[in-house]
């Protein structure tokens, strides 16, 4: 896994499980120490963190960590699921061309490789960022509705509601093959609907895809009835 996409993932574990508290200032070094990498991947990652709302900066004196609520993420991918699930039932109305259903089918063929092993390895885990984030931008360019993907870009700027915001348990990929394998196959299933032209279920698996993103990952099940931010683990971890 590239060192970015790991410190990515860590960061965002602590920062939504109250490890790292709101305004707690992110120290470079300790972190890169704790990660095992350099600090130019911390530095990299925390102007991404940024971008996602996961973290304010503060002048020279680096990144802090910006506080998350169970409610905000839940509200920001509630908005997500139903701007995907639209356009996935809309480009099934209107039929797949040659071109996208070669590129959404060639993408989770991509998917389906990843989990022939049987388990995934750290390096699998960026490889499935890289595909899961490309069928959900095809499948939205492919909807022909701009103003979708104009909604989705100003949504991801909330934190954890966009596609590729990623929050894994490095630590436990066993659970983690067994919960992102579950959204690979609902890939195949709105992919399905969409090639056979039923646009209601394509609309209701994209929704549902968007939210088990909470239901699913280990890393939300701590705040799941108490309105604490969203996350588990509190150990960053260098493998």
Do not use: C, W
């Not at 870009?153 to 630590?171: I, T, V």
């Amino acid at each position: 896994m590239k060192p970015g996409q790991r410190v990515m993932m860590a960061l965002r574990k602590m920062i939504a499980s109250g490890e790292l508290k709101s305004g707690e200032r992110i120290a470079e070094i300790p972190t890169a120490a704790a990660l095992g990498v350099s600090r130019m991947p911390v530095r990299t990652a925390l102007r991404s963190l940024e971008q996602e709302g996961l973290v304010v900066r503060l002048g020279a004196r680096g990144y802090a960590a910006r506080g998350v609520s169970s409610a905000g993420i839940r509200d920001a991918i509630e908005v997500r699921g139903v701007l995907e699930g639209f356009a996935a039932g809309r480009l099934a109305e209107r039929g797949m061309p040659p071109e996208t259903r070669t590129r959404l089918a060639g993408l989770i063929a991509e998917g389906e490789a990843l989990f022939a092993a049987g388990r995934l390895s750290a390096e699998d885990l960026d490889r499935y960022g890289a595909y899961n984030l490309a069928f959900h931008d095809a499948l939205v360019a492919a909807s022909g509705n701009a103003a979708v993907a104009t909604a989705l870009a100003r949504n991801s700027f909330e934190p954890f509601a966009g596609a590729g915001a990623m929050a894994l348990d490095l630590a436990d990929l066993a659970a983690e093959y067994d919960h992102l394998l579950a959204a690979h196959r609902q890939h195949q299933a709105v992919f399905d609907a969409i090639a056979r032209g039923d646009a209601e279920a394509a609309e209701r698996i994209m929704r549902d895809h968007a939210f088990a993103a909470i239901r699913n990952a280990k890393v939300f099940e701590a705040a799941a009835g108490a309105g604490r931010p969203l996350a588990a683990a509190r150990t960053i971890r260098s493998d």
